[in-house]
Structures are given as structure tokens and as C-alpha cells.
């Protein structure tokens, strides 16, 4: 996932700055062809730059999600978040706006595969990031909804976004909310791997500034261990690896 961060300050929504617990991410589509993120925001070198004034970075509109998934300027798919995930988007007409976060997927003419592979997987990969942030289970009822799912629900006004479009590519919001959990399990599983790493580094940093055991100076091991040309007496407290193993008994064999 690419994710850029430029927040809409002159959008009345983002004015308004409404604090929200998030409860759950509703997924929208445009409803127009264009991909392009720099539609909907100013925009930048990266993004795209919006040359006509019409983004959504002005007062006046009554609409505003929290981010916007399409095409930045190279044509690749990025996200670009417009509003802080925790300040009230106005993007259902209903009470979803109190609880779900919200995006639009930038729609194109509905027909291209490649596009829509890209901009399902970043929609995933989004959706899954929000759900760890906000410890939301996205196989939850009424987690990962789309607007339609949310107008059924009764949070949101009747549009058929995204039912219009994911079927057109074989995908249903089910397969979107397991792809979204796969997702999640890939994260936390990569999370902890990392978390793992680091305490073993913790561990092994701390252990390599810990002076000798009473035992060693009393025995004064570790002087002669070095006189005998064995070790050089560093890190005495250090785990020993198999290498360094190798190096101290070839040491110890040549005297
Ligand atoms: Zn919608």
C-alpha cells in the first residue's frame, strides 16, 4: 500500500472536526470515470496536480471521506488520506458518518481489470491497516461494509456503491472482507516476527554490557582465558555462537 497523507483544511467537514471512535470502514466508488487521485485533491508531484480548481479541498461541498484510493501522478495506485481517521467524514448521508471510516475508490469505466486488481488490493490493504489501528475485526457484522451494505443496515443513504462494480470482477464485499482478515493475520504475523527480532536484539545488547559474573573474577577466568590466547575477554555475559566456539577451541588446541 502507498499511502500519502493530504488533508483537505478548507473542506467544511475537516472545519467542522467532529471527534469519532472508529467502529468500522464503509468502502465507496466515485460514481464517476476518473481514476485519478488529483480529482479529488489539490494534489502534488507525486499525487498529480490538480489544475482546475474543482478538488475537494474548498468550502461549499457537503460531502468529505477520509481518504481517496486511485491513480497518483506515475499511474500506479496509492491512497491518499484527506481527513484525520479519527474526525467524522461526511460520506453516507446517514449514522454511519458517527462510526465508520470511510474511502472512495476512484472508479474508471468500470471495465478494466489491471485497474481493479490494483485498487481492490490497495482497498484491502487499507481496510486491513485500519482494522489493526482500531482493533476492529473485519469478518465482524457490520465492520467492513460498502455504502450499499450500509443503506441496508439503515446508516446510509441508498446508493449501490461498490455492487454496481466489484461484480463486474468476480469479487463480493464477502471476498473483500476475508481478503481484508487475510490481511490482518499477514500483519499481526509480520508484527510479531518484528517484535521477536527486537527483543532479541534488546537481550543481546543488554547482555553484552554486563560486567563479569562474581564467579569469573573470583576464579579469574577471564584474565587467563586471554593469556592463554583463547578469547580476547570482551562481552564476557554474550551468548557464544557456533563460529566463535570454533575460534576459542582451535585457539586452545594450538597451545
Ligand atoms: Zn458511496
Not at 454496481?164 to 499477514?186: I, L, Q
Request: include cysteine; aromatic fraction near 8%.
Amino acid at each position: 500500500m502507498t499511502l500519502i497523507r493530504q488533508y483537505l483544511t478548507e473542506n467544511d467537514c475537516y472545519k467542522a472536526g467532529t471527534a469519532m471512535t472508529p467502529k468500522g470502514v464503509m468502502v465507496h466508488s466515485t460514481g464517476a470515470d476518473n481514476p485519478r487521485l488529483a480529482r479529488y485533491v489539490p494534489g502534488n508531484e507525486t499525487i498529480g496536480v490538480n489544475r482546475y480548481g474543482n478538488h475537494w479541498d474548498r468550502p461549499g461541498l457537503d460531502v468529505c471521506v477520509h481518504a481517496f484510493v486511485g491513480k497518483k501522478a506515475d499511474g500506479t495506485a496509492a491512497t491518499v488520506q484527506i481527513l484525520p481517521w479519527e474526525m467524522e467524514g461526511w460520506h453516507c448521508g446517514g449514522s454511519g458518518n458517527h462510526t465508520h471510516i470511510s474511502f472512495e475508490i476512484c472508479e474508471d469505466g468500470l471495465d478494466d481489470p489491471d485497474y481493479f486488481a490494483a485498487v481492490y488490493r490497495e482497498a484491502v490493504e487499507l481496510t486491513a491497516m485500519l482494522c489493526m489501528e482500531y482493533g476492529l475485526d473485519p469478518l465482524a457484522d457490520g465492520v467492513v461494509i460498502c455504502h450499499a451494505e450500509g443503506h441496508d443496515r439503515g446508516i446510509a443513504s441508498n446508493h449501490s456503491d461498490v455492487l454496481h462494480w466489484f461484480p463486474r470482477h468476480g469479487k463480493t464485499m464477502d471476498d473483500f472482507r476475508a481478503d481484508a482478515a487475510k490481511e490482518v493475520d499477514h500483519m499481526t504475523e509480520y508484527e510479531i516476527r518484528m517484535a521477536v527480532r527486537d527483543e532479541l536484539a534488546r537481550i543481546e545488547a543488554e547482555r553484552a554490557q554486563q560486567p563479569a559474573s562474581s564467579w569469573a573474577v573470583e576464579t579469574r577466568v577471564i584474565p587467563r582465558a586471554v593469556e592463554a590466547g583463547i578469547s580476547d575477554g570482551s562481552r564476557p555475559n554474550s551468548a557464544l555462537t557456533r563460529e566463535e566456539g570454533m575460534a576459542m577451541i582451535l585457539a586452545a588446541l594450538k597451545k
